[in-house]
């Protein structure tokens, strides 16, 4: 059978319908591989990899912010939880205190009414506390000593010591009317930290100064220091504490009752003796010895009888070098069986920039080679009569007001 052209076309149309909804067998598996290959080089999908760098930081932060918030909640819960736990341990001791009280047979039906009106007052248990007589007024020694531990206090601190301070002054004596130190004294001592380092206790306290020297000294007789719970004794002199480069004068005017009446302000001069001529006889004399090294003295503040006032000596090699420095108060010269011996009190020595204080307030120099005679003929104080008497010197005294106000006219 011979078909046109249009029908040749319409049957090949007809053949390839039942095969255009699917592919063939063949078709089919040989284009599987394909298709697998296509899926698994197609590049895989994650949630988080298209999101930006800035908005994963983001989320970091705030996941940290979150962490934190959750740790500050949990410290404040057990913060709270442990008070609440004390206030419950602290409710049943009271409780269990409160079930202790002695209340007897009548006390299981007491009844404490809202209103106390209610019962009589007859009735109503007493909380008032029992009288006590009056405290007895504190003894006039012991206010004494108080008022003179406060003003120790005072000097201490505008001296600049920080780290001594009186707690406890105890009483004046011997008694109040010859008042010479106080005691039981409790000293405190702190470190640079305002901690406390230490205590010193002692059954009495006074103090010792030199003018010369610039010195007071806090002595405790009787005691003992503790530091760290260890406890030291003092020695049988007791323990001397050296205040360097303190105002005596300032001392004296604010306890005078702690001081010797030898050390009171005074007058340091009576005017008898010619300073310059006593100093300059006084260093001839001590020069004429210079084998092992000599003093010389430097200055002589007043001179009172037979007692030089604030003198300052030096201790020179044979060489005249000065070795140290001394300082005193009171200097007094005297003969004695090795020779002149020079007795000073209440001073310091000066050696390699350090200042030490007379051991109990003493220091004795001893001249072997020296003549009493010698000082005599010099007129030395000790050892002569003064240059002036005693009423010429009140007349030149008395005289020097009037001379000094005529020469200011």
């Known amino acids: 059978m011979i078909f046109g052209g249009g029908g ?8 390839a319908a039942p095969t255009c909804g699917r592919p063939s067998p063949n078709v089919q598996a040989a284009g599987a591989p394909a298709r ?16 930006p760098a800035d908005e994963l930081a983001a989320l970091r932060e705030q996941l940290a ?14 913060i709270e939880q442990q008070r609440r736990y004390d206030r419950e341990v602290t409710w049943l001791e009271y409780n269990r205190w409160l079930a202790r009280l002695p209340l007897g047979e009548q006390g299981k039906n007491l009844v404490f009414p809202l209103d106390p009106s209610l019962i009589p007052p007859e009735s109503q248990p007493s909380f008032a506390p029992a009288s006590k007589p009056a405290p007895a007024p504190p003894a006039p020694e012991a206010v004494r000593a108080g008022e003179l531990a406060s003003r120790m206090n005072a000097l201490l601190w505008s001296d600049g010591i920080r780290d001594l301070s009186v707690l ?7 008694d109040l009317e010859h008042p010479a130190w106080i005691g039981p004294v409790l000293l405190r001592r702190v470190d640079g930290d305002g901690r406390l380092a230490g205590s010193l206790v002692a059954d009495r306290m006074r103090l010792e100064c030199s003018r010369a020297a ?13 530091v760290d719970g260890a406890r030291t004794e003092f020695e049988p002199i007791g323990r001397r504490i050296l205040l360097p480069l303190v105002d005596p004068d300032r001392w004296l005017e604010g306890c005078p009752d702690l001081f010797a009446a030898d050390q009171q302000l005074s007058r340091r001069d009576d005017g008898l003796w010619d300073k310059p001529r006593v100093r300059a006889a006084l260093n001839r004399l001590l020069a004429e010895d210079a084998a092992h090294g000599y003093w010389q003295v430097k200055d002589i503040g007043g001179i009172r009888g037979a007692e030089l006032r604030d003198v300052q000596l030096l201790a020179l090699d044979r060489a005249g070098r000065m070795q140290r420095l001394a300082f005193c108060d009171t200097l007094t010269l005297r003969a004695s069986a090795s020779g002149v011996e020079l007795a000073l009190r209440d001073g ?8 030490a204080p007379f ?45 000094a106000d005529e020469a200011q006219r």
Do not use: C, N
């Open 65 to 78: 912010a979150r962490d934190a918030e959750i740790r500050r909640l949990k410290h404040e819960l057990g």
């Open 8 to 15: 040749a076309l319409a049957l090949g149309l007809l053949l």
């Open 359 to 403: 051991p109990e307030g003493r220091m004795r120099i001893v001249l072997p080679h020296a003549s009493a005679a010698e000082f005599a003929a010099a007129r030395i104080p000790g050892f002569a009569e003064p240059d002036l008497l005693p009423g010429v010197a009140a007349d030149a005294e008395a005289a020097a007001p009037a001379a």
């Open 348 to 355: 310091a020595v000066v050696r390699d920039g350090r200042k």
């Open 214 to 226: 610039r010195t007071v000294t806090i002595v405790l007789e009787g005691g003992y220091e503790q």
């Open 36 to 51: 697998v290959a296509e899926v698994a080089a197609a590049p895989a999908v994650v949630s988080g990899a298209s999101a």
């Open 168 to 174: 406890d002054g105890g009483r004046v004596g011997p």
